[in-house]
């Protein structure tokens, strides 16, 4: 059964390191969202990649958050430096350009203290 | 400022009984609706799919109706189960067609269905 996978499961982490998030999408996926959970937001679109390259990273804090695709079989979500009101639970989502339902991955849960 | 709305955050059916989920969207150029289901510490699971062109679609006990005069669309549940207390994530997918797509989640409704 093709999964996504995301590491770590859980992250603690101190305010001003710098935390990277790893996400393994399904072989032959040509598309990778990132999606951050929180309360107040819900699901808010991060970035997404088409064929590995970045198409829509307008939802990221330019500053401190990078994504990027190395390969096609890798994303990674960083932050740096970290803060408290990155604490959330990020997800990485990878689809076909021809589907509608994207295969999420069970999430990165950062707490940042 | 939210294009997808779930003004409902939780809603409590009994076992059985139809659970309605409601959804409403502000953007007139989407062209898919989906529903996705979310358990705790799990990611979430995509459930059912709706073309904006259609305004049924139906799989087993899941049914999502779209209206889109009104710009709303609703899953039911039929018969609601115990195992489909969850998180649901209704979610809208717009196609600009330059090869750029965005899927834009509403804050979900908490359904518990009750044995």
């Known amino acids: 059964d093709a999964r996504v996978t995301q590491t770590p499961r859980h992250k603690v982490t101190e305010m001003g390191q710098e935390v990277t998030m790893r996400c393994q999408p399904i072989?032959?996926?040509?598309?990778v969202f990132w999606y951050r959970q929180t309360m107040m937001q819900g699901l808010e679109l991060l970035a997404y990649?088409?064929?590995?390259?970045?198409?829509?990273d307008s939802g990221m804090p330019k500053d401190r958050f990078s994504a990027e695709m190395p390969d096609a079989t890798l994303a990674t979500l960083k932050i740096q430096p970290s803060e408290p009101r990155d604490s959330a639970v990020y997800f990485c989502?990878?689809?076909?350009?021809?589907?509608?339902?994207?295969?999420f991955g069970s999430g990165t849960r950062l707490t940042v203290v | 400022d939210q294009q997808v709305k779930q003004n409902s955050p939780s809603l409590s059916v009994q076992e059985g009984r139809i659970s309605i989920l409601n959804c409403d969207y502000t953007n007139s150029m989407f062209d898919y609706f989906l529903w996705y289901k979310k358990y705790p510490a799990e990611g979430p699971t995509f459930l059912i799919s709706?073309?904006?062109?259609?305004d049924k679609n139906e799989d087993g006990r899941f049914t999502v109706f779209l209206n889109k005069s009104a710009k709303h669309l609703s899953l039911h549940i039929v018969p609601s189960q115990p195992g489909d207390s969850a998180v649901y994530f209704c979610?809208?997918?717009?196609?600009?067609?330059?090869?750029?797509?965005?899927?834009?989640f509403g804050k979900g409704t908490k359904l518990s269905v009750i044995p």
């Open positions: 979610a809208a997918l717009r196609d600009s067609g330059a090869g750029s797509y965005q899927l834009t």
């Open positions: 072989l032959g996926h040509n598309t």
């Open positions: 990649f088409r064929n590995r390259a970045p198409l829509d």
């Open positions: 989502a990878s689809g076909l350009l021809e589907g509608t339902g994207y295969t």
């Open positions: 709706i073309s904006s062109i259609k």
